[in-house]
């Protein structure tokens, strides 16, 4: 049975930015919300069930009218509530817990869209999910990258509130399957809906080569921007000035600013990056765009771009919260050990520090 509910799991920024454009261009497909935590589910319900978008301090539009479940109730529902579509919304760390509670309503007939930060997620859940082991029963996955900005806060005047969001910078959503064998069809309701809402959330479709150079160009950026940013207790645009004088605004020169910069962490992922894309060699285009070089000047374009920006890693840490380290500098490591090439050292440095918040002298992270 296909259910043509349209499932967002996750309630953060992303999931309320897609939920809200869903339900602005294609009302006529319901959409559900899952919650991981019971308290904000109920909230959600007190509040109405409803999705703010500030368009600036004074102009609001809601949306109404969404469904809402609590993870822990699901298993209530198991197969009699399948679920087809699903978009996962949360943080990797975050995935599969919940997924392995909603494994039992998803099937070979169901996509799930993963639009998250990282890799290695889908991987996870086919190998630690039972009923995923087998690709007869797993769903079919696709990937999604957000590049829009977007704000829990509802302009200067207006508090923060759960429910609520504002546009920081305009960006696109980049959709493709994550098998290469799948085909891509446009007519497919999830697809579909959220072509139909491109004004708002840009849409592109990209087939499974396009999409995996656009997560791992992302994966790279971030591997380079968010352990610098924790490392260094910085906001993303002070990287610039590290880069250049090898030190923080304000501050002296240190090995510790020497040794973790931009360009040092490129020159360490670049290699790494581009064994695991298995670019075709000779091709001078190719080449230039997955050189370091390349890849620097884009990891300080987005440094630029999001200045005043704290990274999610360091509001992560800051927070004392799991962060999204495994699925990021893990899996620079992990596709560096399996394709046989020298663990770059400055990476590994790096994710013992924010996985066991100290460094390998024993020294901890405060």
């Not at 959503?173 to 064998?181: A, F, H, M, Q, R």
């Not at 999409?211 to 906001?235: D, F, G, S, W, Y």
């Amino acid at each position: 049975m296909t259910n043509p509910t349209i499932y967002i799991l996750g309630a953060g920024n992303i999931g309320k930015y897609v939920a809200h454009a869903l339900a602005t261009h294609v009302p006529s497909v319901p959409v559900t919300l899952i919650f991981r935590k019971r308290d904000s589910f109920k909230k959600f319900i007190d509040s109405g069930r409803k999705l703010t978008r500030w368009i600036d301090d004074k102009t609001q539009d809601s949306k109404s009218g969404f469904g809402a479940e609590y993870i822990g109730q699901s298993y209530k529902l198991n197969r009699a509530m399948p679920i087809s579509n699903l978009i996962v919304a949360t943080k990797g760390q975050q995935t599969l817990d919940p997924v392995g509670i909603l494994a039992p309503r998803l099937g070979r007939n169901s996509t799930v869209l993963l639009l998250q930060n990282g890799l290695g997620v889908h991987e996870e859940l086919n190998s630690q999910i039972v009923a995923f082991r087998s690709p007869a029963n797993r769903p079919s996955y696709w990937a999604g990258i957000c590049s829009a900005g977007i704000s829990g806060r509802g302009g200067t005047n207006n508090p923060f509130c759960p429910f609520t969001f504002q546009m920081a910078g305009e960006g696109s959503l980049k959709i493709g399957p994550l098998s290469e064998n799948e085909e891509i069809d446009q007519s497919h309701l999830l697809c579909q809906s959220l072509v139909e809402s491109s004004p708002t959330l840009q849409t592109k479709v990209l087939d499974h080569r396009r999409i995996k150079l656009a997560q791992i160009r992302k994966l790279a950026m971030n591997a380079v921007i968010n352990p610098l940013t924790v490392v260094h207790k910085c906001p993303n645009g002070a990287l610039r000035h590290l880069e250049s004088r090898r030190a923080l605004p304000g501050e002296p020169v240190t090995a510790l600013a020497a040794e973790f910069r931009p360009s040092y962490m490129v020159a360490e992922i670049g290699p790494v990056v581009r064994a695991a894309l298995n670019l075709p060699s000779g091709d001078p285009k190719l080449d230039k765009a997955w050189s370091d070089e390349a890849l620097l000047r884009d990891v300080l374009r987005l440094a630029d771009a999001t200045a005043e920006n704290r990274s999610s890693m360091l509001q992560d840490i800051e927070g004392d919260r799991h962060t999204e380290i495994d699925y990021i500098t893990g899996w620079i490591i992990r596709k560096a050990r399996e394709l046989g090439l020298k663990c770059p050292r400055g990476s590994q440095k790096l994710y013992h520090y924010i996985k066991f918040r100290k460094w390998q002298n024993g020294e901890v992270l405060r």
